[in-house]
């Protein structure tokens, strides 16, 4: 456990700061750059509670596996919905209406 | 041998090894019906009866097995007698008599009430059998709990406890046939995919220890990490059952991601076994039991790992369930991760339950490439046989018995494999039996524990 | 051979690679074992979708979004706290240790208040797990989280009783993998379009 206090803070701060991020991509019109900035940020997000929250900077390699997880789940989602995108013409009137912001 | 107690080991093996001939040769004969349905007079050999004896014969047999194996190794680790050696002979005179009395009910078509694949005894006889496994934990818990306490007896009576639990679900009949279908699985795949893995795990980090003498330490920890994967994804993994027998649409879902794991702790076992084999200083000299432990883990990892993945995604199982994929895969499953098992411990142990240094190893060997060699072709034949049915029938439309027509052919290979099964097996039990008539004194060869 | 091989697990140097990870070695295993779970149903969420992404797409826009913000927001604090319980249970502060871990309960407990409200709406709406593909992946994996922040306030409590190291760092172990894989799981059903 060789995480300090500011450190520790310091990832804490990143974390909520990417999560605003997240949140401001997500609500931006549905677009494949939003998608890769999403995709990043979680990832990124994930790298920083694998290393330290859980503590792995002291395991690198453990940091990497775990990461290459993380991150290939988020890439894969993404890349099948670039594949697969969502067809745009209809219903998008009904689209717009969600009403919880 | 270093204890007494572990002589009653071989009373439960040779009851075995009896069973084992009795279930290969009615395979055969099922094998036969496949391809010459009116060769056999139907009234004495009706498939059905033949195909309850071969796989209920295959479940009682395996378990004898396991009794014989932890009655071997539970006092070498627990460094102490059985608790009660009268108890072991009773418990084995109502459990193998009760087996007995089954299939020869069977051969007089007596079955019973509520029939469910590998639980067709008779009530009164899953009683008996449930006595005797209440007097074999009784038994075992004694010893172990009076004795020492190692990893490889505790999760070996976690397994076995686990098994004798799980086989109460085979009294409950409920009238709805979804539900009756869920119990029938409590029983049938949380012991195989559950409680028989941790034997099998255990068992062979027994032989592992033994064999190669690699630290007892490193060993348990691969027991801890095989367990914990092999539990974690069993329990769940029960939902690849669930698909098209009236639970819950999203059971598809949680069937399939679990069981895919359950092909890791299979894996996990069979980088064990070599893992240890290379790292093992020791050159023990019974070879034997060394090819049958590492074939038993090799196998297992086909024929549950890879042939169970293979159906068991539900977009796939949708098209193949209980098609002969699946007697492919009950085939190379059970061969792979309980037959050989037993085979394996027992090639390990008869030479010192019997005072021999190790006998009749090319035999031996000889009929581990063999029967395994009938088996992986008998899958093989199935697995075809499998995939160009679901094809026609699934797939095209085509009627079930014009299918069928259509692959007879993979029913004589599967029957050709079926031939080599049942002589490699009679080879490996001649291998046991026939011993040298010197018995050499083997305790200078008997390696320490490596510990 | 002596008594001490039958306790397991507390000699570091035998579990190889895996020694050189913070607390029990088998909570690895177990957080490895969750990963690929999870990993596995995004994976098929991926793949029923692209057979309806209309569908999917329409759904996803009906989820509370805010509600799924606030949330990562409850559960990464409550990570924080969880790590400043850690760093509490080094020092051998026993005392600061259950605080921490009191605080980052709390903030967990917070978000099983806010799944609930969001759950309770989606119901209302007339969803459930049977209701449609996307739903039934839904509830099933965000279900399946959430059973494990329970199991997660129920490991926190124990650990907070122990409040020794290795069991504080075992514990809280546990805890960021369920804040972890929230942080995939998130993403992959709220925003992703
Ligand atoms: C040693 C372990 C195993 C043994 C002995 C075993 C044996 C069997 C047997 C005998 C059946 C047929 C049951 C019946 O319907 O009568 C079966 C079915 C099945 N097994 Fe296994 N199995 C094992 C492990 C696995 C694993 C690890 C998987 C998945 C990865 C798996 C997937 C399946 C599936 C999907 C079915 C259902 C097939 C169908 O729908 O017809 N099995 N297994
Ligand atoms: C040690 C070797 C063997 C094992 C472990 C074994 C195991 C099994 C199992 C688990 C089943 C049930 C499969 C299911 O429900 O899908 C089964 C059925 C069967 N086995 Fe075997 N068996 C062995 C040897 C043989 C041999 C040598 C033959 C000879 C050809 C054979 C022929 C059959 C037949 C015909 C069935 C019935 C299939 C059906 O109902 O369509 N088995 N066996
Ligand atoms: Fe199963």
């Known amino acids: ?52 929250y859980l503590g792995l900077d002291a395991a690198p390699a453990a940091l990497t596996g775990f990461f290459a997880v993380t991150f290939l789940v988020l890439a894969l989602v993404a890349g099948s919905i670039l594949v697969f995108p969502t067809p745009q013409q209809p219903l998008r009137a009904e689209n717009h209406s969600s009403s919880q912001h | 041998m270093q204890y007494q107690t572990q002589n009653i080991a071989k009373t439960y093996w040779l009851g075995a090894l009896l069973i084992f001939a009795v279930q290969v040769s009615f395979g055969l004969v099922g094998g036969l019906i496949y391809i010459a349905p009116n060769l056999l007079p139907v009234e004495y050999f009706p498939f059905n009866m033949v195909r309850m004896i071969h796989t209920n014969a295959l479940i009682v047999w395996l378990l004898l097995g396991f009794f014989g194996a932890a009655y071997y190794l539970i006092p070498e680790e627990s460094e102490r007698e059985i608790w009660s050696p009268k108890l072991a002979y009773v418990q084995f005179a109502i ?52 004795g020492r306490k190692t990893a490889i007896t505790n999760v070996l009576l976690l397994g076995l406890w686990g098994i004798a639990i799980f086989f109460l679900f085979s009294l409950y009949n409920p009238a709805n046939t979804s539900e009756d279908k869920m119990f029938w699985w409590y029983v049938v795949h949380l012991w195989v995919e559950g409680t028989w893995e941790l034997v099998m795990a255990s068992v062979l980090a027994f032989l592992m220890l033994k064999i190669t003498g690699v630290d007892r330490e490193v060993i348990e920890k691969w027991l801890y990490i095989i367990i914990a994967t092999a539990l974690f994804s069993g329990i769940l993994g029960t939902g690849h059952h669930y698909y098209w027998i009236g639970a819950p649409g999203y059971w598809q879902w949680i069937g399939s991601i679990f069981s895919s794991l359950e092909v890791v702790p299979f894996f996990g076992m069979m980088i064990f076994c070599f893992a240890m084999v290379w790292k093992g200083r020791r050159d023990h000299p019974n070879k034997a039991a060394m090819i049958w432990s590492l074939g038993c883990s090799v196998l297992a990892f086909f024929g549950a790992g890879v042939w169970g993945f293979l159906h068991t995604l539900h977009g796939i199982n949708f098209y193949t369930h209980g098609t002969q994929v699946t007697a492919a895969h009950g085939h190379l499953a059970f061969y792979g991760a309980y037959v050989c098992l037993n085979l394996a411990i027992m090639t390990y142990a008869f030479p010192y339950l019997f005072n021999r240094a190790p006998y009749n190893q090319v035999l031996n060997i000889a009929s581990f490439w063999i029967t395994s060699a009938g088996v992986v072709f008998m899958t093989v034949s199935l697995t075809f046989a499998g995939a160009l049915g679901t094809h026609l029938e699934r797939v095209q439309g085509m009627s079930y018995m014009d299918a069928q027509d259509q692959i007879g052919l993979f029913y004589l290979l599967r029957f050709g494999g079926g031939v080599v099964t049942v002589l490699g097996a009679l080879l490996f039990i001649s291998s046991l039996l026939l011993m040298p008539r010197t018995k050499t004194v083997v305790t200078g060869a008997i390696p320490a524990a490596a510990e | 051979m002596n008594a001490a091989t039958t306790q397991t697990a507390d000699a570091p140097a035998e579990w190889g690679p895996l020694s050189a990870l913070p607390g029990h070695p088998l909570m690895w295993v177990l957080i490895a074992s969750e990963l690929a779970v999870f990993g596995l149903a995004l994976l098929g969420y991926a793949g029923a979708r692209a057979q309806n992404p209309l569908a999917f797409a329409l759904e996803q826009d009906s989820l509370n979004r805010l509600a799924g913000v606030a949330n990562t927001a409850l559960l990464l604090t409550s990570g924080y706290f969880a790590a400043r319980a850690n760093q509490a249970a080094h020092a051998g502060d026993a005392t600061r240790t259950r605080l921490w871990l009191a605080a980052a309960s709390a903030l967990g407990l917070g978000f099983l208040v806010v799944k609930g409200f969001e759950y309770a709406g989606e119901f209302a709406a007339g969803h459930d797990i049977d209701s449609s593909p996307f739903f039934t992946l839904y509830f099933l994996v965000t279900g399946f989280h959430a059973l494990h922040v329970v199991l997660g306030l129920i490991i926190l409590g124990i650990v907070g009783r122990l409040a020794t190291k290795t069991a504080v760092e075992t514990g809280t172990a546990f805890w960021h993998m369920v804040d972890l894989i929230w942080l995939v799981v998130f993403p992959v059903f709220y925003l992703m379009r």
């Open chain 1, 1 to 52: 456990m060789s995480v300090t206090t500011s450190r520790l803070t310091r990832a804490f701060i990143l974390l909520i700061t990417l999560s605003l991020v997240l949140a401001v991509a997500a609500d931006a019109h549905a677009s494949a750059f939003w998608l890769v900035v999403v995709v990043l940020a979680a990832a990124l997000k994930t790298r920083i509670v694998l290393a330290r």
């Open chain 2, 95 to 146: 459990f193998f008599l009760g087996g007995l009395s089954a299939v020869v009910g069977y051969l007089f078509h007596i079955y019973a009430d509520n029939a469910r694949s590998y639980l067709e005894q008779p009530v009164w006889i899953k009683l008996g059998i449930i006595v005797a496994a209440l007097i074999f934990l009784l038994n075992i818990s004694m010893t172990v709990l009076q």
